[in-house]
Structures are given as structure tokens and as C-alpha cells.
């Protein structure tokens, strides 16, 4: 199992990592950041594989994609 974390205050929006993921579980929030776009969010963690592609393809580094130890 994997965790996302996404630095919504900097993310654009451009939503290249919902583009990205495989299993389709990043979406753009509903809620606006403080320069006024539209961040992602995963929404649901249990099912991320850990694969890093929204990672790599984010142009601002805003994703950070951490592999449980279970």
C-alpha cells in the first residue's frame, strides 16, 4: 500500500498526474488553493499501487508518493 501526498498551496492544477495514474484515483478538488486553482487529491489511497507516476510527471514537484511497511 502507498500514500499520496499532494502540496495543494502549490499545485497548478494542470492535472497531467490524473492523466497519469493508472488506477484513475487522482481528481481535481472542489476547493480552490490560495493562488486561486483547482489542486488534486487522491481519493483513494487503499487502492494506489505506489507507482510514482503522478510523481514524476508533476512539472511543480507538488506529489510525494511514500510505500507503507506493513
Same mark, same amino acid.
Given at each position: 500500500?502507498? *500514500?499520496?501526498?499532494?502540496?495543494?498551496?502549490? #499545485?497548478?492544477?494542470?492535472?497531467? @498526474?490524473?492523466?497519469? &495514474?493508472?488506477?484513475?484515483? !487522482?481528481?481535481?478538488?472542489?476547493?480552490?488553493? *490560495?493562488?486561486?486553482?483547482?489542486?488534486?487529491? #487522491?481519493?483513494?489511497?487503499?487502492? @494506489?499501487?505506489?507507482? &510514482?507516476?503522478?510523481?514524476? !510527471?508533476?512539472?511543480?514537484?507538488?506529489?510525494?508518493?511514500?510505500?507503507?511497511?506493513?
Amino acid at each position: 500500500m502507498a *500514500k499520496i501526498t499532494v502540496d495543494t498551496q502549490n #499545485c497548478k492544477g494542470c492535472l497531467l @498526474c490524473v492523466a497519469a &495514474c493508472p488506477r484513475g484515483l !487522482i481528481k481535481k478538488d472542489e476547493r480552490l488553493n *490560495k493562488k486561486g486553482f483547482n489542486p488534486v487529491k #487522491c481519493v483513494d489511497a487503499a487502492q @494506489c499501487s505506489g507507482c &510514482c507516476l503522478c510523481a514524476v !510527471i508533476c512539472p511543480d514537484c507538488c506529489i510525494e508518493v511514500y510505500k507503507e511497511n506493513t
